[in-house]
């Protein structure tokens, strides 16, 4: 995805919270996702926004702003074991005229003790 | 039983090889995909399939087909590899409204 930007690496502490920032361009769009992928593991997902504002699971919590393109993936209360990779993913229209999954780069996280 | 599988889990090859890499899932979903993970990038989609007699094309359909042999079964086709489609190769299944993915483990695919 050439049209989506989330910065390449971030390291936290155990304990702390961390942002993740997402922004986008695309056409037709139709919500956003969020993924987790540890290394070398499948993704598995973790958030799906379409309309603006926070949604809030447990210790993820999503935000999307539409007009901005912008959206964030907060995690509070780090565990080690919430060191991944995350996937900021917006479902737009294809070439095709089909609405599908277009991934960032992904924000690898490193959590420290 | 994990509810999207992937056949080969590795697979080794040589350059101009026909390959093909199998997915199977038991979700009951209509949807269907194939992408691509190159080591620290994200993913990028291949082919797609709405339903059995439904098949696009994605962002990098060059150089593969697919075959949808039935509602549970998703085929990739490298028809002659090289060496640049070295990659981790995912399947995914989503219900009819494309929202939530459920991806397969993940096929590594070395072309030499």
């Given at each position: 995805g050439q049209n989506i930007d989330q910065p390449t690496e971030m390291t936290a502490t155990e304990g702390a919270i961390v942002q993740i920032n997402c922004t986008y361009q695309t056409s037709g769009f139709n919500g956003l996702f969020w993924y987790q992928q540890h290394a070398g593991e499948a993704p598995t997902f973790l958030s799906y926004n379409v309309l603006d504002g926070l949604e809030e699971k447990g210790r993820f919590s999503s935000f999307l702003s539409r007009s901005k393109g912008y959206s964030y993936l907060l995690l509070k209360?780090?565990?080690?074991?919430?060191s991944a990779s995350y996937l900021c993913a917006p479902k737009e229209v294809m070439d095709t005229g089909r609405r599908a999954l277009t991934f960032g780069s992904g924000t690898r996280l490193q959590v420290q003790p | 039983d994990a509810d999207v599988t992937q056949t080969p889990r590795n697979r080794i090859t040589k350059t101009g090889k026909r390959i093909m890499l199998e997915c199977s899932q038991t979700?009951?979903?209509d949807r269907m995909y194939w992408y691509r993970q190159d080591p620290g990038l994200g993913l990028q989609l291949i082919y797609y399939s709405f339903d059995v007699k439904d098949i696009n094309k994605g962002e990098i359909s060059d150089g593969y087909s697919v075959s949808r042999?039935?509602?549970a079964k998703f085929s990739l086709s490298l028809e002659s590899a090289i060496p640049n489609q070295t990659a981790l190769y995912f399947c995914a299944t989503s219900d009819i409204t494309g929202n939530e993915q459920f991806f397969g483990p993940g096929t590594r695919l070395t072309v030499l």
């Open positions: 209360e780090l565990q080690m074991k919430d | 979700k009951g979903h042999q039935a509602q």
